[in-house]
C-alpha cells in the first residue's frame, strides 16, 4: 500500500485526527492553570489546522485506497468552510462551557465537535457508499451528545432523544435505499455505480429512500419536524453548530451524489427536489413568521434557507456548485453571528431568548443590536451585504437551467423571509421597553468571533475573490 | 477614479465622518460638508456633460468607466451618464442638500438617523450612474431598506405598520425586477450585464420580452406608484420624518419610472410596443385617481401623497406613449415633481413641526402667523398646478402635447382623460390654500408660533430658486435631455 499517497491527499483528515487527540491528552493531563487555558489552546489549534489546510495542495482529483477516498480541491474548500464555521462556535461557547454544571465536562466538548467534523469531511470525500454512510454516522451519533450536553436541563436531554431517535430513522431509510443500489448496480463505488444506474422502479424508490436520510441532517420540509425542538432545546453554541456547520456539509454531500451517483435520473431527482424546495421555503417561512422564540424562530428561517440551498443543488452545474458553496459560506457567517448574538444575551441575562426580551435592545446594547440587525439583512438577502450576492447567484444558477416558475416562487418567498427577519429588527430598534435587557460586556473570544462574522458579511459580497476562487475548482454533472 | 463613483463615494465617507463624529456639531458639519460637496460636484457634472457633448462626443453615455466584478456572470461595475441620469443626479444631489437642512432639528438619535440618511442617498447615486444590471439592480436595492427604519424609529402616527407596508411592497417590486433581469441576461445569451451592450445586441426573443416587459414594468412600477401598486405610498409619506418624506418622494419615486424607461422600455423594445397599452390604462388610473384621492383627504401628508401618485402617473403615463416630447416631459416631470413635492414636504415638516397637527380642520389663518412659510406653500401649490413660470407648466406641457400627438383615437382619449388631473389638482391645491392659509385664525395657541429660522429658510430657498429656475428657462435642460431620450426612442422604433 503507498503510505505516501494517504498522506499527501488526505492530509486534512489527518491532521484533524491530530487535533482530536491532542483535545484529548490535553483534557486527561492539564492542571487547574491548564484548564483555564483549554478554550485558547482549542481555538489556537483549530486555528493552525485551518490555515495548514485551507490551502489546496493538489489541483487534480485522486483517489486513495482504491477509491474508497477521493480527493478534490473543492472539497479541500468545503472542509475549510466548516473548519471555520467551527472555530467561530468553539470562540462564541467560552462563556456557557466555563460555566459551574458544563466546566468538567468541556474535553468532551471539543473532541465530540471535532469528531462530528471529521465525520462530515470523510462524508464529502466519500467514494463508495459504505465510506459515506460511516462518515454520516461520525457526523450524528456525537451530535446527538452534543444536543444533550446541558443533560441536566430537561428541555436538553428532551432534544437530544429527539435528534438520535430521527437520526437513527432518516439512517436506516438511507441504508435500506442503499441496500437497492447495491442490489440493482452491483456495487457500491460511487463511480462504477453510475453504469449501472438506469432509473428503474427500485432505483427510483432507493433515490428516495437516500434523499430522505439526507433530508432529515438538511432539514428539508417535510423532513424537519425535529429541527425546531431540537434547537430550541440544544444549548446556543450547539443549536449553531448544528444549523450551519452540519447543514453544509450534507447539503454539498447531497450535490456530489446526485451528480455523480444519479446524474443519469438527473430528471428524476430534479422533480424531486423542485417539489421539495417549494414546500420548504413556503412552509418553514409561513412557520417562522409565528415564532416568538428567537431560536425556534432561527430554526424555521434555517429551514428555509436550506430550501434556498437546493436551488443551486438542482442547476447541476460547475456554476451551481460554486454558488452553492459561496451561498453556505456566506450563510454560515451571517447566521453564526445571529446565533452568537443569541447566545451573548442568553449567557448575559439569565436565558431570555425570547423575541419580547429583545425589546429596545438597542438602547442598551447598540454595538450587538448591529450585529443581528446586519445580520438578519444578510440573511434576508439585502445589499450591500454578502447574503444579497449569494442569493442572487443561486437564483442565477436555477434559472439559467430553466427553473424560472421555481425561482420566482423562492423570490416571493423572500418577502416573507423580509418580513420575518423585519420582526426581531423592529423589536430591537423601535417597540419601546421600560425594562430592556441591561447593558453588559460578552466576553473577548466571543467579541472577536463576532467581529469575524461581521467582517465576512460586509466584505465578502463585495470582494470578488473568494467567489472567484471557488469556481476556479468547481465542477458539475 | 471616474468622477461618477465619487457620487456614491462621498456619501460612504460621509457615514465613516459619522460614525467618529461625537456630538451634534460634528453631525452636522460632517452633512453639510458633505451635502455641499455633492451639490457642488452634481452642477460640475452638468456642466463637464454640457461640454463634452458640445465637443462632439456622440455616444450614448458619457464618463463611462467598467471593471470586472464577477466574470462568471459578466458582472461588471460599470458606471456612464447621458442627459437623463445628469437630470437626475442634479435633483438627487438638492434633495439632499436640502434634506439635510430640513432635519436640523432632528433631535432623537440623530447620528443613526444621518448614517441611515447617508445609505440610502449611496444607492440613489449608484442607481443613476450604474450602466450594468446587477449593479443597478443592487443600488436600488441599497436604496430602499434604509427606508424601514427611518420610517419606523423617526416617523410619525402608525409608522410601524407604513413601514413595514412599504418595505415589503417595494421588496416585492424588486422580487420581480430580480427574475425579470435574469430573464434579460439570460434571454440576450449570457453575455454581458451591460445595459447598452444587451441594446445593441437586440436579440431577446419577443416572446420572452412578452413575459418579461410586465414584470420588469410592474416591479419598477411599484415604486413609480403605479396603480393599483401605490397603496404603500400614501400611508408611508404620511409616517416618514420630514427629509425622508422629502427624498422618498422627490428622489425615490423617480428611481421607478427610470427604471421603466432605461430597462423595461429600452431593453425590450418589442414587447413594450405591443403591450404598452395596458399599462396606459393604468396609468390613466392612476394620474386621474391620485388627483381624485387628493381632493377629499384631510391630511396635509395624504393630500401630498396622493398628488404624488397622481404626478409620478403622469410620468409613467408619458414614457409609456413611445415619442421624444413625451418622454422629454416624462423626464422634466421627474424633475419638476421631485423639487415641488420636496418644497411641499419640507414645508409641511415645518407646519407641523409648530402646529403639531397636519389636520387642515384645524388649521388656518396661517398667512399671518408665519408669512414666509405661506407664501412658499402657495409658490408650491402654483408650481404643482401647472403655472406658467414655474416647473410644473412646463413638464405637463411638453407630456401633453407628446402625448396628444400619438395618432390614434385610443391615445387621444386617454390623453385628454389625463389631462382632467389638471383642473383637479387646482381644486384641491385652491381649496388646501384658501383653507389653511387664509381665514382668521381658530386657535389661539397657534398666535403665538413662529415663522421660519435659517436653515429652513435656506431649504426653501434652495428649492423654489431650482423650480423658478427650471420653470423660468427650461430650454437648456429640456434639451440635454432630449438629446439622450432619442436614442431610446428610437430604438424602439426600430
Known sequence: MDYSAIFSYMYTEIALVGVIVAALVYDLAAGKKGRQAFHGVMCALLLLFIAGTVYPYHKETAEVFGGMYVYNPVYGIVKSILAIGTLIVFLQSDTWIRKEDTEFKRGEFYVLTLSTLLGMDFMISAGHFMMFFIGLELASVPMACLVAFDKYKHNSAEAGAKYILSALFASGLMLYGISFLYGTAGTLYFDDMVAGINGSALQIMALVFFFTGLGFKISLVPFHLWTADTYEGAPTSVTSYLSVVSKAAAAFSLMIILMKVFGPMSEYWQTLLYIVIVLSITIANLFAIRQKNLKRFLAFSSISQAGYIMLAVISGTPYGMTSLIFYVLVYMVANLAAFGVISAVEQNSGGKVGMDDYNGLYRTNPKLTVIMTLALFSLAGIPPFAGFFSKFFIFAAAFEQGFHVLVLIALLNTIISLYYYLLVVKAMFITPNDSPIPAFRSDNSTRLSLLLCLAGIMALGIVSSVFDGINLYAFGM | ?494
Open chain 2, 1 to 494: 477614479m471616474n468622477i461618477l463613483s465619487l457620487f456614491p463615494a462621498i456619501p460612504v465617507l460621509m457615514m465613516l465622518g459619522l460614525w467618529i463624529s461625537r456630538n451634534t456639531r460634528q453631525i452636522h458639519a460632517v452633512m453639510v460638508t458633505g451635502a455641499s460637496l455633492l451639490l457642488g460636484l452634481a452642477i460640475a457634472l452638468v456642466f463637464v456633460y454640457l461640454g463634452m457633448r458640445a465637443d462632439g462626443h456622440t455616444s450614448e453615455m458619457l464618463l463611462t468607466d467598467s471593471f470586472v466584478w464577477y466574470k462568471p456572470l459578466n458582472i461588471e461595475y460599470a458606471v456612464g451618464v447621458d442627459g437623463i441620469s445628469v437630470a437626475m443626479i442634479l435633483l438627487s444631489a438638492i434633495i439632499v442638500f436640502t434634506g439635510t437642512f430640513a432635519s436640523w432639528k432632528m433631535e432623537t438619535d440623530v447620528k443613526e438617523f444621518f448614517l441611515w440618511f447617508c445609505l440610502l442617498s449611496v444607492g440613489v447615486f449608484g442607481f443613476f450612474i450604474s450602466v450594468d444590471l446587477f449593479t443597478m439592480f443592487m443600488f436600488y436595492e441599497v436604496a430602499l431598506i434604509p427606508m424601514y427604519l427611518l420610517i419606523g424609529v423617526w416617523g410619525t402616527g402608525r409608522k410601524e405598520y407604513s413601514a413595514m407596508k412599504l418595505t415589503l411592497m417595494l421588496m416585492g417590486g424588486s422580487a420581480l425586477i430580480l427574475i425579470g433581469i435574469l430573464g434579460i441576461y439570460f434571454g440576450a445569451g449570457a453575455t454581458t450585464m451591460d445595459i447598452t451592450e444587451i441594446a445593441a445586441l437586440h436579440n431577446i426573443p419577443v416572446e420572452m420580452q412578452k413575459i418579461w416587459f410586465p414584470i420588469i414594468f410592474i416591479g419598477f412600477g411599484v415604486l413609480g406608484a403605479l396603480f393599483p401598486f401605490h397603496t404603500w405610498s400614501p400611508d408611508g409619506h404620511a409616517s416618514a420624518p420630514t427629509a425622508v418624506s422629502m427624498l422618498h418622494a422627490g428622489v425615490l419615486m423617480k428611481l421607478g419610472g427610470y427604471g421603466c424607461f432605461r430597462i423595461a422600455m429600452y431593453l425590450l423594445p418589442e414587447a413594450a410596443q405591443e403591450l404598452s397599452w395596458i399599462f396606459i390604462i393604468l396609468t390613466t388610473i392612476s394620474v386621474v385617481y391620485g388627483a381624485f384621492s387628493a381632493c377629499v383627504q384631510t391630511d396635509l401628508k395624504y393630500i401630498n401623497a396622493y398628488s404624488s401618485v397622481s404626478h409620478c402617473g403622469l410620468v409613467l403615463f408619458a414614457i409609456l406613449m413611445l415619442n421624444q416630447t413625451a418622454a422629454t416631459g416624462a423626464v422634466l416631470q421627474m424633475l419638476s415633481h421631485g423639487l415641488m413635492t420636496a418644497l411641499f414636504f419640507a414645508l409641511i415638516g415645518m407646519i407641523y413641526g409648530r402646529t403639531h397637527t397636519r389636520d387642515i380642520r384645524q388649521l388656518s389663518g396661517l398667512m399671518k402667523i408665519m408669512p414666509f412659510l405661506s407664501v412658499c406653500y402657495v409658490i408650491a401649490g402654483l408650481a404643482n398646478l401647472g403655472l406658467p413660470g414655474l416647473s410644473g407648466f412646463v413638464a405637463e406641457m411638453t407630456i401633453f402635447n407628446g402625448a396628444f400627438s400619438v395618432n390614434d383615437t385610443f391615445h387621444r382619449v386617454v390623453t385628454v382623460i389625463a389631462c382632467t388631473s389638471i383642473v383637479i389638482t387646482a381644486v384641491y391645491i385652491l381649496r388646501l390654500i384658501g383653507k389653511i392659509l387664509y381665514g382668521t385664525c381658530t386657535n389661539p395657541e397657534h398666535l403665538k408660533l413662529t415663522d421660519a429660522t435659517w436653515d429652513e429658510r435656506l431649504a426653501v430657498i434652495v428649492l423654489i430658486v431650482a423650480i423658478a429656475g427650471l420653470g423660468l428657462a427650461p430650454l437648456w435642460m429640456s434639451n440635454m435631455i432630449n438629446d439622450s431620450v432619442l436614442p431610446i426612442i428610437s430604438h424602439i422604433w426600430n
